[in-house]
């Protein structure tokens, strides 16, 4: 494993550096997975810290945010591989590396304390007011369609395919925003918003590979965070 992990690690930094602009990293700080060793062992190289009273150790190698010597944090953002949350420094060679890529398996979150941020209908409500028309467009899977518009290139076009998960009062317990063609996105990506045990997740995938498999994606994301608590406090 160490072997591949050294073989793999210095590439994925390389590409995650072409990602984030030097000014935003002078903004914000050089990620975690920078400072990776890759002549050490990954459990060496882990972070510990607490987002909203909960205790996480997550190897360096997963984390994008800079932590700096903060303990107690207000969010932080993993990258990993699906379907099996392995790291992207997991890989035997660099083909096996770029072929994971290719097949758009590469994804990433982010996760934070709930209670700082507002609810899921609050947010739908800025989202109408944001955006330069909305209409209702069915259902899939149990879920609410609605398609959001905004100027491009001169012509209004569908920029987002938005689906909403609501209770039986009609309260959004979860929505996903998946990105269109006409917006354009070369290789169209969803960001899914849900909660769970005081966190706040929002993660993102390929739509094409994973949209359909919604709920799984779901449970997936928050058994690997559950997996890396170390403190198993029980949330609301």
């Not at 609501?166 to 925003?177: P, Q």
Request: proline share 6%; net charge negative; glycine share 4%.
């Amino acid at each position: 494993m160490q072997t591949a992990f050294a073989v793999a690690v210095m590439p994925l930094i390389v590409l995650l550096s072409m990602r984030r602009p030097d000014a935003l990293e002078e903004y914000v700080g050089e990620p975690a997975y920078k400072s990776v060793d890759p002549d050490k062992p990954l459990v060496e190289q882990i972070s510990v810290f607490e987002i909203a009273g909960r205790t996480f150790e997550i190897p360096k190698v997963y984390i994008q945010s800079n932590l700096g010597d903060k303990r107690v944090l207000d969010g932080i953002s993993l990258l990993y591989v699906l379907p099996d949350y392995t790291s992207r420094a997991d890989f035997a060679n660099r083909q096996e590396y770029e072929e994971a890529r290719n097949a758009r398996r590469f994804a990433h979150m982010m996760f934070e304390p709930s209670a700082i941020r507002p609810s899921f209908d609050v947010m739908i409500h800025n989202m109408h007011r944001s955006v330069s028309k909305f209409e209702s467009a069915g259902t899939f899977d149990g879920l609410q369609v609605e398609k959001w518009y905004r100027p491009h290139n001169g012509d209004l076009v569908v920029y987002s395919d938005v689906f909403l998960e609501k209770d039986e009062t009609g309260k959004v317990v979860s929505w996903i925003d998946c990105a269109t063609r006409e917006r354009p996105a070369k290789f169209p990506g969803c960001s899914h918003k849900f909660r769970d045990k005081g966190l706040l997740y929002t993660i993102y995938y390929n739509r094409t590979k994973y949209f359909e498999d919604w709920r799984a994606q779901r449970a997936s994301a928050i058994a690997f965070i559950d997996g890396v608590e170390t403190s198993q406090q029980q949330q609301p």
